[in-house]
């Protein structure tokens, strides 16, 4: 784990003694409190809220929050080596850690002051979750089309419309929530933060999921919703960028949740190789298993590489959006190729509930799906090549 890594971008780096300690501290955590527990989770679709009080108490929850605030002032290297290390005992709690942190981080880039005293210090204590409302039902992708509006009324705002697939809005405490307070247009967005328990704002449905089961997924209806002016973070007609700006770094956490899937997977299939006998010999030592769990190591470390430079970019203050996007890009299908190859390795085991790899396959599609399709990010690494060419 303290191995150097080189990008043909010339940048190295190697992961401090506070990096592997925090790394070795989440892992020792999610086998204690999480890998026993994650089948029934899933099994059963448990939100495990008790879980994240214990995070926060292990100084996990908060790690990215600034130390003024609570938290650990952890950099974005040492979040996606927290955010893999999580999932890969589960995908389903590396969501909910992710979009939470997500979430802090752009209530502290993009917050008032005011803002960042009110809701930081209990981000950090786990005393609330955070949630991101940007998608609706008729907008996924063309995210600057959406509906929903928020408009003034005095020293309020009134929100009314509808948000899809919001992850942790059923046990959140605040909401990051994108409305339209102007014309049509990226330009006629804002961002509120709006607290659960808000009159007129219900949890319309919950999504039942093929995967991450122990995430808490919902529809959000806002009724007529009222927040006072001071829930407007920053300017108005800002928050279509605000939201691109956290779904930038956030992809970071999803190409390193998909990396903690895949090396779930090589673990899996590692053992099972070496354990499991056919024809008086391991299955490991015939090259049709042996060749796909290579090409797992290959990808694995691939994918590191790609996530380790986005976040260390990221780190330096330089321009990372587009190395985000390859990153997540790449993980997110390695994840999902592989986690295939992982059951296919155990075959008639790898389709029962007796062994992991199945979750591991139901939950490595969503990473090729949420925060920009991998379409949506071919697109943008196309265009930081070609330019915007329609």
């Known amino acids: 784990m303290s191995s150097v890594i080189e990008t043909p971008s010339n940048i190295g780096f190697q992961f401090s003694d506070e990096q592997v300690a925090v790394a070795h501290l989440v892992r020792d955590f999610a086998q204690r409190e999480i890998a026993p527990n994650v089948a029934r989770w899933d099994r059963e679709h448990v939100f495990p809220r008790d879980l994240y009080g214990k995070l926060a108490g292990a100084g996990i929850l908060g790690m990215t ?13 040492t979040y996606a080596l927290v955010v893999e290390e999580l999932a890969k005992a589960d995908a389903g709690t590396a969501t909910t850690f992710s979009v939470h942190a997500m979430v802090a981080a752009a209530i502290n880039a993009m917050g008032t002051p005011e803002q960042r005293r009110r809701y930081l210090p209990k981000l950090a204590s786990g005393e609330m979750l955070a949630a991101f409302a940007l998608t609706e039902p ?6 600057a089309s959406l509906r929903t509006h928020a408009e003034r009324s005095g020293d309020e705002f009134v929100i009314n419309g509808r948000k899809q697939w919001c992850t942790n809005a059923g046990y959140s405490g605040v909401i990051m929530v994108m409305a339209r307070t102007g014309g049509d247009g990226a330009d006629g967005i804002s961002s509120f933060l709006v607290e659960n328990g808000t009159p007129g704002l219900a949890v319309e449905r919950v999504t039942e999921k093929m995967g991450i089961h122990s995430s808490n997924t919902v529809d959000l209806a806002f009724d007529g919703v009222r927040v006072p002016a001071q829930a407007l973070m920053g300017e108005e007609g800002r928050g279509f960028r605000q939201a691109l700006q956290t779904l930038n770094a956030g992809r970071i956490g999803i190409a390193a949740q998909a990396c903690g ?8 299939s590692i053992v099972f190789a070496k354990e ?7 299955i490991g030592s015939y090259q049709g298993i042996s060749f796909k769990i290579a090409r797992m190591q290959v990808d694995l470390d691939a994918a590191r590489l790609l996530m ?7 780190d330096q203050g330089r321009d990372f959006a587009v190395a985000a996007s390859e990153a997540k890009l790449f993980a997110s299908e390695a994840a999902r190729r592989h986690s295939s190859q992982a059951v296919q ?16 396959y139901r939950d490595a599609k969503i990473t090729e799906i949420y925060e920009g399709t991998s379409e949506i990010h071919q697109i943008i690494v ?5 330019g915007k060419m329609d």
């Open 261 to 268: 899937i895949l090396a779930a997977c090589l673990h899996e």
């Open 65 to 77: 929050i600034p130390e003024e605030h609570g938290g650990g002032g952890s950099d974005t290297v």
């Open 138 to 143: 008729e907008s996924g992708s063309d995210a």
């Open 382 to 386: 196309a265009r930081s090549l070609l």
């Open 345 to 360: 390795i155990h075959g008639g085991y790898g389709y029962t509930t007796e062994f992991p790899v199945e979750r591991y």
């Open 276 to 282: 499991r006998r056919t024809f008086g010999k391991p």
């Open 308 to 314: 380790y430079r986005a976040a260390w970019l990221k």
